[in-house]
Structures are given as C-alpha cells and as structure tokens.
C-alpha cells in the first residue's frame, strides 16, 4: 500500500498526470471516495496526462468515452447506477477487453467487476487535504 498526501484540487491534477506512467493497454483504476474527494479531478489530469487537452469534466450518464494521443479512457461513475445489471448491459466486459484504460468512480459500490490486477485508489478527505491509498488487488 503506498500512502500520497495532496494539498489542493491542482495538485490532484498533476497526480492524474504522473499516474498515468503506470497506465498500459487493460489498466483498471477502481476509485473509492466520498462526494468532492477529487475522483473527477484525479480522472481529468490522467487524460491530459495521456494527451488529451480538452478534458474538462463533462457531464456525462454511465461511461465518459475520452480519446486521447495514446490510451483511450473509458470513465464510469457508478453514483447513479441502481443495479449492477445496468452495467453489463451497457457492455462492461467488453469495455475492459477494448486495450484501452478503465477509471471508475464510486467504484466500491460494485467491487466485484473488477479484474485482478486493478489498481485501487482511495481517496480520504482532510479539509482540503487529501489522503490517496494505493493499491493493486
Ligand atoms: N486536495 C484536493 N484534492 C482534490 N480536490 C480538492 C482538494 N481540495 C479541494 N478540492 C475540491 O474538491 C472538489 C473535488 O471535486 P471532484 O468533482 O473532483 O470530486 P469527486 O470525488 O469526483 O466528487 P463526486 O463524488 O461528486 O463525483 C473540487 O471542488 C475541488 O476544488
Ligand atoms: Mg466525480
């Protein structure tokens, strides 16, 4: 387990951006933090990490498609998601067998889709502190 401190919404960012060193074809990041812990923030710096400008968060239903210079990223929030069938009907195992990088939000809610291998962030608040857990399950 690795333990980083983050001391504001930019530095979450240039998290994502570094994170993304870690990223190949299939990655999984599973992501687990209450409202406002930065989870959209985090996502949004790993796809201008991968070469993509233009990622403002966008509101978005299930699955935010983001293409960038190199992996493309398949970003799901699982806020709103009722019943886990909802996601394979919209096709989840494909979406990890695309070769590019899955990012779920909300991602305890449905711990079981995801593959071994994945790498798990936790992120806890602390005023506008912080505190990301990292680890591969
Ligand atoms: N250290 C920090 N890291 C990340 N965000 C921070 C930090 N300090 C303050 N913030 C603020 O917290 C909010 C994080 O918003 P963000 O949309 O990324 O959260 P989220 O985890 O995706 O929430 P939601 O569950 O609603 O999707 C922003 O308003 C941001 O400015
Ligand atoms: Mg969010």
Same mark, same amino acid.
């Given at each position: 387990? #690795? #333990? &980083? ?11 994502? #951006? ?12 599973? &992501?687990?933090?209450? /409202?406002? %812990? ?14 993509? %400008?233009?990622?403002?968060? +966008? ?5 935010? #498609? ?7 990223? $398949?970003?799901?929030?699982? $806020?709103? @998601?009722?019943?886990?069938?909802? /996601? ?7 979406? /990890? ?5 899955? *990012? ?6 449905? +711990?079981? /889709?995801? +593959?071994?291998?994945? @790498?798990?962030?936790? *992120? ?14």
């Amino acid at each position: 387990m #690795e #333990e &980083i401190w983050i001391n504001s919404a930019e530095e979450m960012v240039s998290f994502g #951006e570094t994170f993304t060193k870690r990223l190949s074809e299939g990655t999984c990041v599973a &992501i687990v933090g209450n /409202l406002g %812990a930065g989870k959209t923030h985090f996502t949004k710096g790993v796809c201008q990490g991968l070469g993509n %400008a233009d990622s403002s968060s +966008p509101t978005f239903t299930l699955v935010n #498609e983001v293409m960038t210079e190199s992996l493309t990223v $398949y970003h799901f929030d699982f $806020y709103r @998601i009722k019943h886990i069938e909802e /996601l394979y009907d919209l096709g989840w195992d494909d979406y /990890l067998d695309k070769g590019g990088v899955v *990012i779920a939000e909300w991602a305890d809610l449905y +711990p079981e /889709l995801f +593959p071994a291998g994945t @790498i798990w962030l936790k *992120i806890e608040h602390h005023e506008d502190r912080r505190r990301v857990l990292i680890k591969v399950v």
